[in-house]
């Protein structure tokens, strides 16, 4: 078997309206397509719902669903908000900064940006609480292909002792 590409991948929201809208005005996303059940279709269970789907550029689709009978969201309460988010890719720095400053216009709370070694990212919210992360990418291939080199021996490493390996800390100097 051999994966071709993510087709989607879906959260949930609150509001399928509010956040198609936020997608849309926000970060320049189109509108692809909606499908909505009274029953879900791999199980039969009666449970309506509306599915969204937003275009993320080159062929990526984020969805979400929204599931008025459901109880209402909640965040996993062991996992830190900062684990878990969604991060889009933007071209350039400028646009990065551009963006910061037109989100930060429209009252969100912007953090960053943040310099990670090999690209820089701001994050935010969106109306459903979910993590969003911009990022513009600035590593060399040479700082790429250092990183590769050392994955294996990064991973087993932490496999054994569960602390930070060291072999790429020249990242963040």
Known sequence: MSIKRIHHV????????ETVDFYRSKLGMDFKLAIAE???????????????????????????????DSPAMGRDPCTPAWVQHIAFEVETTDELLATKARLEEA????VGPVDHGIFD???FSD??????????????????ARLRLVADDMLDE??????APKHAAWLHK
């Open 10 to 17: 879906a959260y949930r929201c609150n509001d399928a309206k």
């Open 38 to 68: 009274d029953r879900v279709p791999s199980t039969q269970a009666p449970d309506p719902y509306m599915h969204v789907f937003l275009d993320a550029g080159m062929g990526n689709v984020l969805a979400f669903f929204e599931l008025p």
């Open 107 to 110: 009252g969100l709370e912007v």
């Open 121 to 123: 990212s701001i994050y």
């Open 127 to 144: 109306p459903n609480g979910h993590r969003l992360e911009l990022t513009v990418n600035k590593g060399t291939d040479e700082e790429l």
């Open 158 to 163: 932490w496999s054994r002792t569960k602390r």
